[in-house]
Nanobody, 124 residues
Framework: QEYLVESGGGLVQPGGSLKLSCAAS????????VSWYRQAPGKERELVAS????????DYADSVKGRVTISRKNDKNMAYLQMNSLQPEDTGVYYCNAVVFLTKGNHGERYDYWGQGTQVSVSV
């Protein structure tokens, strides 16, 4: 059972743009905090951007700030990552992550959902 499915990746030339989409199902997406991660070959997975359940001010990694916009449409169970001015160092598999916290009395439970990723390749 897959709860998050990424799409929109592909091959783009340096300076180009891509818009990634994340479709959620099987849980209350509007209650989740959403993040986009990426992993380049031979490197650790890194956080790219995040946005809270109600929206607000997103957070971005310094490496993508000014070039990337994370957004969501809770009524559509969708999250997005708009990427502009792409460079080869942006190459990697991009993952959508959704986290739901449930508080029960004096403790909480975390539910962590991941998509399978979409490949982004930036090269001539």
């Amino acid at each position: 059972q897959e709860y998050l499915v990424e799409s929109g990746g592909g091959l783009v030339q340096p300076g180009g743009s891509l818009k990634l989409s994340c479709a959620a199902s099987g849980f209350t997406f509007s209650s989740s905090d959403v993040s986009w991660y990426r992993q380049a070959p031979g490197k650790e997975r890194e956080l790219v951007a995040s946005i809270a359940s109600a929206g607000g001010i997103p957070d971005y990694a310094d490496s993508v700030k000014g070039r990337v916009t994370i957004s969501r449409k809770n009524d559509k169970n969708m999250a997005y990552l708009q990427m502009n001015s792409l460079q080869p160092e942006d190459t990697g598999v991009y993952y959508c992550n959704a986290v739901v916290f449930l508080t029960k009395g004096n403790h909480g439970e975390r539910y962590d959902y991941w998509g399978q990723g979409t490949q982004v390749s930036v090269s001539v």
